[in-house]
């Protein structure tokens, strides 16, 4: 029995809640004393790492359980579906961004891009969802917190009466104040996951724009292409042609792709893009 209760905390996020609950305190106890500041930020950065891991275990065993079902493998599906096709949105974006010219001229790049920020855009709706799954988690929290306050929870009390014995009448009887910190530790841990997420998730999109290089080798790779016979193109330069007769050529050295644009026809005086 006491073997299955440990189980039954460990997959719940209680036992990391309890421990990064007790790292805070001793953070602040520890500024309070020693005025140390490294130290109090060492202990609450841990602390809020074991809320996040204690919130992940029991979204985890959360979401085995459901999604386990039918249901959860269309919602899966579905989701992956829809951001698959949201991914393009972005990949665009940053494409058009980099080459300086219409995203829709790099098709091939396009569809790469979006499947390497795929997982970012991944991480990032499930930011979005567990962040939504925190407010709600601290509004829950709140309002059950209130019912424990004076003659609102002998009301509560008294309800419970008319209530046969279960699971319901056990809640309103000494439940809501455990209840009442679980969402509270949930919303902490919620919070703490949801801020990791969003950064790791737009952390590859941002460097994909900053640094430039990768998608450009996907572009010269892909998108850019010799032919020595087309009429008014530089002979021996990969190119491409986009629209109202602009060409852009590309070129690759040291590891760096450097474009070009210029007119078709018009070799010897093109316009120099990064």
Known sequence: MQQHTTTAKLSSGSTFYNIGLGLGIAGLVAQLIFQKMWLTETLILCAGGLFGIGYL??????????????????????AHTAIFFIAFIPARWCVSSV?????????????????????SLWL?????????????????????????FPIIDDIFR????????????????????????????????????????????????????????????????????????MPGIEQGTRYRLHDNGVVSYASFADWEVSTRVAMVGTPMAPVTAE
């Open 124 to 148: 990032m709706a499930a930011s979005v969802i567990i962040l939504g799954n925190a407010l709600v988690a601290i509004l829950l929290g709140g309002l059950v917190h209130i019912s424990t």
């Open 99 to 119: 080459m300086g010219l219409p995203a829709q001229d790099f098709d091939i790049t396009v569809s790469v891009v979006s499947a390497l920020i795929y997982p």
């Open 158 to 229: 008294l309800l419970a009466m008319v209530f046969p014995d279960g699971s319901a009448k056990a809640f309103m009887q000494s439940g809501r104040k455990e209840f009442a910190g679980r969402m509270i530790k949930h919303w902490a841990g919620a919070i703490v996951v949801s801020l990791v997420m969003s950064f790791a998730g737009a952390w590859p999109m941002q460097a994909l724009v900053t640094y430039k290089q990768p998608i450009k080798w996907i572009a010269i790779a892909a998108d850019y292409q010799q032919a020595d016979l």
């Open 57 to 78: 275990t029991f979204l985890f065993n959360f979401i085995k359980h459901h999604w386990a079902s039918s249901f959860g493998k269309v919602y899966l599906t579905v």
